[in-house]
Structures are given as structure tokens and as C-alpha cells.
């Protein structure tokens, strides 16, 4: 069964620092990837997706991940963490032998420090 | 383009009493999913919807939760009776077709005492 492994259920990092948060998946079959991020007391909204092609993917926000094949990784990057960055962010994959349904992470907290 | 709707958006009841949440999907998807959220986990996929047939509700606890997508467009989810371990977000999410993107509703947090 597929599964998806978010390192780090709070991650922490200063105002104008790197931001990375890891993602590790299991897929039989060439898979879908997507962040998706979570404010406060909203739904989901999608940050980026992975189909086919370039494995460097630019969503909003000024975010990107890379699908890294040979480490089952799709790890979410900004260069300079913004204050409204602050959120719980998901990593969610999905293939043709689960119908594309998404499999969830269990998400991590981003928290940006002044 | 009006995005996924639910209502409502918080709810509070007590434990053995029943509760309805209603979606309204974005025109045109065809497919409709309900998601239970726990706090601090994922989403965990109660129901899809392709139109108004089911496709896959092999994680609704169909003792108590029954949902519905009448017509094929707007969906309701109910709980009868509710379990202190329903407390959750539930969140709906429509899309154009199984496996293109899913776009999601604020949800509703649901509190039982």
C-alpha cells in the first residue's frame, strides 16, 4: 500500500531563512505529487504539483519541490521564509493504482520566527 | 470562478445526537470527496463521488455516516448517532475528474461533547 512520510511535525525557522520541509513517498508506479497547504481555520489549497516532465516544479508563493526518483522524495523549498508563511503544509501522492486517490501525509507545521 | 462551499462551519453537539454538513461542489466537477481531518493528522477519504454514483466508500463507517450527491451536484454527509471520536473537520472537495485536481471547501469543525 502506497504511504507518504512527512519528517517533522514542526519545523522552525527564521523570518528571511531557507525553508525545507521533507517528503518521502512509497509508489509502485510512477506517481502524482502535490503540496498543499492549510491556514488556520481554511481548507486546503494547492501549493504545486508533480505529473510528468521537469522534476523541478514552481507553485505559489515563491515555493518549489523536486521529484527525486531514485530517493522516492518530493521535498518542498523557499528560498526566504515570509511571516504569512506560517502554516500546516501537506504532501499528498496518488497513481493509477489507487484510482488517483490522494494519499495524505501527516503534515507539518511550519512556524517562522521574527 | 465561486469556489467549494460547506455549511456549516462550526458545529457543536452532543454525543449520540445527529448532524448534517452540506457541499456544494464547483460547476461542472463531476467528482465530490468528503474527508474526515483529525487534529494533527491528514485528510482520510470518507467518500467519492463520480456524478451522483458512488465510487469508492470503503472508509465510511456506514453505521452511522451516510452521504448523498442527489442530482449530482451538491452533497450532504450525515452522522447518526455521533461518537465523541467524530470530532474533526470535515472537508469537502470537488474536482473536474478523478485525477485532475481537487480543490477544497473551508470545511466544518464538528465538536461533540
Known amino acids: 500500500a502506497q504511504s507518504v512520510t512527512q519528517l517533522g511535525s514542526h519545523v522552525s525557522v527564521s523570518e528571511g531563512a531557507l525553508v525545507l520541509l521533507r517528503c518521502n513517498y512509497s509508489s509502485s508506479v510512477p506517481p502524482y505529487l502535490f503540496w498543499y497547504v492549510q491556514y488556520p481555520n481554511q481548507g486546503l489549497q494547492l501549493l504545486l504539483k508533480?505529473?510528468?516532465?521537469a522534476t523541478l516544479v514552481k507553485g505559489i508563493n515563491g515555493f518549489e519541490a523536486e521529484f527525486k526518483k531514485s530517493e522516492t522524495s518530493f521535498h518542498l523549498t523557499k528560498p526566504s521564509a515570509h511571516m504569512s508563511d506560517a502554516a500546516e503544509y501537506f504532501c499528498?501522492?496518488?497513481?493509477?493504482?489507487?484510482?488517483?486517490?490522494?494519499?495524505w501525509g501527516a503534515g507539518t507545521k511550519l512556524i517562522i520566527k521574527p | 470562478e465561486a469556489g467549494v462551499a460547506q455549511s456549516p462551519r462550526y458545529k457543536i453537539i452532543e454525543k449520540r445526537q445527529s448532524v448534517a454538513f452540506w457541499c456544494n461542489p464547483i460547476s461542472g466537477h463531476a467528482t465530490l470527496y468528503w474527508y474526515q481531518q483529525i487534529l494533527g493528522q491528514g485528510p482520510k477519504l470518507l467518500i467519492q463521488f463520480q456524478n451522483n454514483g458512488v465510487v469508492d466508500d470503503s472508509q465510511l463507517p456506514k453505521d452511522r455516516f451516510s452521504a448523498e450527491r442527489l442530482k449530482g451536484v451538491d452533497s450532504t454527509l450525515k452522522i447518526q448517532p455521533a461518537k465523541l471520536e467524530d470530532s474533526a473537520v470535515y472537508l469537502c472537495?470537488?474536482?473536474?475528474?478523478?485525477?485532475?485536481?481537487?480543490?477544497f471547501g473551508p470545511g466544518t469543525r464538528l465538536t461533540v461533547t
Open positions: 499528498a501522492v496518488s497513481d493509477l493504482g489507487s484510482n488517483y486517490q490522494l494519499i
Open positions: 472537495a470537488s474536482s473536474l475528474e478523478v485525477g485532475t485536481e481537487q480543490y
Open positions: 508533480y505529473t510528468t516532465g
